[in-house]
């Protein structure tokens, strides 16, 4: 009986992935959903442009979002456990943020809070006519990095710059999700302050990190 292949570099894709990200501080992970649950993610985020006073309209940006959605609260909770395998330790989750980006959307070059140590960007979908891709520098170098339906980034949010250019498409819908070290210097950002992850309510309830933006402010 042939004894089975241990999982090593050189043969497990995530374990390629989590030795990347330790080395530059980000990494792109493929399929992370499905095909038919990321059209299902973005069905929900565009039909949701619809209803009034869903989303922060976002002028600046050319975009629309929300701070800790219902869905993207789920999605921050399934895709803790492979951050953790990415990152390489435990991480509390900190919160989600719903993006709809409309044509003429620009991310200017920036880095994120405290709270966004390890952040990934994900592709839910989109309708262009060719890929806008997610612009990070690391080591130096500027990278511009494809991202499909269902596709993520991993990246180290308040340590690379990151941006993106102008977008001449109709929509792309993008899900960012936060995360700190458990046992690093900004734990106490788990939650982001909140007393729980899920669907946030500026009038009702209280962030111990709140600016005054009723939770309007993400990383991109």
Known sequence: MTEPVPPTPANDPLAQCAAHF???????????????????????AVMQTGVPGHYTREDSLGSQGRYADTLSECLLLRIHPLMERVAGGPLHPCYSYLRV???????????????????????LGFDADRPWTLGVQADGEDLELPLGPGDMLAYRGADLPHWRGRFDGRYWVQVFLHYVRADGPHAEYRFDGRERIGPFDPARQVRRFDRGDGGAEAAG
């Open 22 to 44: 330790g080395s530059r501080g980000f990494a792109v992970l493929r399929g992370v959903l499905a095909p038919a649950e990321a059209e299902l993610c973005a069905n929900y």
């Open 101 to 123: 980006y409309m044509p003429g959307a620009e991310l200017p070059r920036h880095l994120d809070r405290p709270s966004c140590e390890i952040s990934t960007s994900l592709t």
